[in-house]
Structure formats: C-alpha cells, structure tokens
C-alpha cells in the first residue's frame, strides 16, 4: 500500500495520539507500584532518578489521573506524562514520543485514520471564520456528502420513526465512511486549508473531522445553511455529537416558522430526533440543542404562534420550562406547557395513536392556559 508523504506522523501528531491512547493510571503504577490512588489522584514517593530523594519521609509525588499530570513537591517540577518519561528514562522528548508511541503499537509513520481524524484537543485557534463565509463551506459539505449515498442514515432515521421526507424537508444528510476521503478530497479541492480548519471542519492535520460523525443536522436559517451538528451512528462512539466551530445560531428548523400563519400551533422541543419526529406526524416544531439551550433573542420569533413547550419530562426538562415561562412572560408572551410520559420520539415509537392523543393533549394544554390555571407547569398531560 502506498503513503504519502505528507501523511507521516509529526512528533506532535504523535504526542496527541500517545495523549488520547494513554491509560494514565497504568502508565503511572508501573513506575510507582506503590503508589496510593484516591479517586482522581496518585501519591507516591517520586521515583525521579535525578531528583535524588532518600525514600524515607511522605510521598512527594502527586499525580491527576485525569489529565495525566504529575508534580514533585520536594523539587516542585511537573508536567505531563511525556516529560515524566523522558525523566525517568533520562531520554529527549524526541525519544520518548518514539518510544512511547511504539508501545503503545502507534508505529510513528501512520496513524490510525480516526486518530488523523479526531478533532483538535487544543483550543486555542485562529479567530473564526464570519458568518457568511461559514455558511457557504457548510453549504458545500452538505452538497458534496449529498451526492453520496444516503441509505445508512435514512435507515438509522427510519429505525427511530422518522420519515424519508421529515429527513429531507430538515436537510438532513450523510455520508458513508467509505467516501470519507472522496469527501475530504473535494472539500480541500474547493476551499483553502487554513478556512477549513477554522471552520471547525478540518483539524491540524489536515483531516476533516466528521470521520466518526457522518450523519449531518444542518440549521438553517433564512434559507441558508449556517451551521451543523453531526452524529455518530454506529454504537459505543463517545462524544456522540460533533460539530462545525462556533455556536448554534438559532432554533432547530427555525425556518419553518416562516410558513406558517399567526396563532398556529408550534412545539418548542429537545433535539433534532424530537423534531423530526413531530414533523414526520405534520406538526410544527422546532428544537432545541439541550433542555436549557434556549435565548432570550429567540423569543421573539415565538411571539405569534402558540407555543408549546414540549421538553423531556425529567428535572432538567421541567426546570428548563418553569425559567421559560418566566422569559416569555417578562415579555407578555403566553408559554403553554405540556409534559409526555416520555420524550416525544419515544411516545411515537411506543404509540399507534400518538398523534392523535398529542393533539388532543394539547387542545386540553392550551384552554388551561387560556383559562389560566396556575401552575400549568406543574401538570403534566397524562396521569403519570
Ligand atoms: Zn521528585
């Protein structure tokens, strides 16, 4: 098989792979075998050669599990598990990074694709793109994965109860990895390097990161696509969602608030999964990115509709919609507020009649709230 050149490993692309495949645990008792762990943290006597402690007196040495950091006290030096090799072997960190590597069977000329892949750790990045520019390269990446074949990702939609059509109305689109390098290449054919990477798209290594993270949440706004979140669909892949750099710039679907007439009925609710279900069954939503992720500049939006907030019925989902009741009424705006048993994709999947009983839930939800029982957070639409 051939390589490219360019596709050797740098001491630094190394160094971030030997810190994502390091177990800090292991890697510190084998050098203090009688360390004491507590929790998060490792004390024991520093075993240092050139510190030259006596081993008699307390532990000097204390390590971060978490972080992989340790600091010697008597001679107050620290840093990471690279230097504390490069220490206790007496070796440069050139040496160790090589050395390290190879027992850890990451051989130094390739990386694993997903390690090439994974996003930058660091977070101190060039200043990020503007909107505008952001937008026309989110465009193009959902383009350019369009045209690959979708039936992965309509399948996994499928498995969870949401339409072909609820999919594509949403934009929602994917990639399979084996067009993982045909999406890249394209991609690096058609904008610069340095854009790239600060769109959040591409890493320092010059890999696009959605490798794992190939099924595509774009949101748009006033017709444009402006940003996205991505999903992995395969099982056991954490962080579970990825996105482009920056933040999420509106509601979920916001556009579809342009169609609709005054007074109509939306739901405000959890996440794209919820979303799309809704408008699977012809109900108007749009999402939110976490119970709590809702603005205050998007309320207004909300003003001439019906809103109903629909969140998950746990206590991250009632507290979220007892302080949103409070920013729509500080701006005279009425909130109706209804809870499911479950979430709401949940309650479709479990219930041939859904529909039906959400619609009546919500007539129900909606002449308390014009009767103005008090507090309608408090009930939820089912007998629990
Ligand atoms: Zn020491």
Redesign the pocket.
């Known amino acids: 098989m051939s390589r490219k050149p360019q596709e050797k490993a740098t001491l630094e692309e190394l160094r971030d792979a030997i810190k994502g495949a390091l177990d800090h645990r292991d890697f510190y008792l084998r050098y203090c075998p009688t360390a004491r762990v507590c929790g998060s943290r490792l004390q024991a006597r520093?075993p240092?050669p050139s510190?030259g402690?006596s081993g008699r007196g307390r532990p000097?040495?204390s390590v971060d599990l978490v972080r992989g950091l340790f600091h010697?006290f008597?001679?107050d030096?620290g840093g990471d598990a690279i230097r504390f090799y490069e220490l206790m072997h007496g070796v440069t960190f050139a040496q160790a990074v090589r050395e390290m590597a190879s027992q850890l069977g990451l051989d130094g000329r390739q990386l694993p694709l997903a390690f090439r892949a994974a996003p930058d750790v660091d977070t101190e990045r060039a200043e990020p793109l503007d909107a505008e520019r952001l937008a026309t390269i989110c465009e193009r990446f959902l383009a350019i994965c369009r045209a690959e074949d979708q039936t992965e990702g309509l399948r996994y939609l499928a498995r969870r109860a949401i339409s072909p059509e609820a999919a594509r109305r949403a934009g929602v689109t994917y990639f399979p990895r084996r067009a993982y390098r045909r999406v890249m290449e394209r991609l690096r054919a058609e904008f610069s390097l340095g854009e790239l990477q600060r769109s959040g798209l591409f890493n320092r290594r010059a890999h696009l990161t959605f490798y794992r993270h190939r099924l595509l949440f774009p949101f748009v706004v006033e017709g444009r696509a402006r940003y996205l979140q991505a999903r992995a669909i395969a099982s056991g892949i954490e962080p579970r969602w990825h996105n482009m750099r920056g933040n999420v710039p509106a509601l979920y679907n916001v556009d579809l608030l342009n169609d609709l007439a005054s007074g109509a009925v939306v739901y405000l609710v959890e996440g794209f999964t919820d979303t799309l279900t809704l408008l699977t069954h012809d109900f108007a939503a749009v999402g939110l990115v976490g119970a709590g992720g809702l603005k205050e500049e998007w309320i207004a939006l909300l003003g001439r509709f019906r809103t109903i907030a629909l969140l998950d019925p746990d206590q991250a989902g009632r507290r979220a919609v007892a302080r949103y009741r409070e920013m729509f009424s500080a701006r005279r705006l009425p909130l109706t507020t209804l809870f499911l048993p479950s979430d709401v994709n949940d309650f479709f999947r479990q219930r041939p009649s859904a529909a039906l009983e959400l619609a009546l839930l919500t007539e129900a939800a909606l002449d308390r709230q014009e009767a103005g029982e008090w507090p309608p957070s408090e009930r939820t639409g089912y007998n629990l």
């Open positions: 520093c240092i510190h402690h000097s040495l010697c008597s001679r030096e």
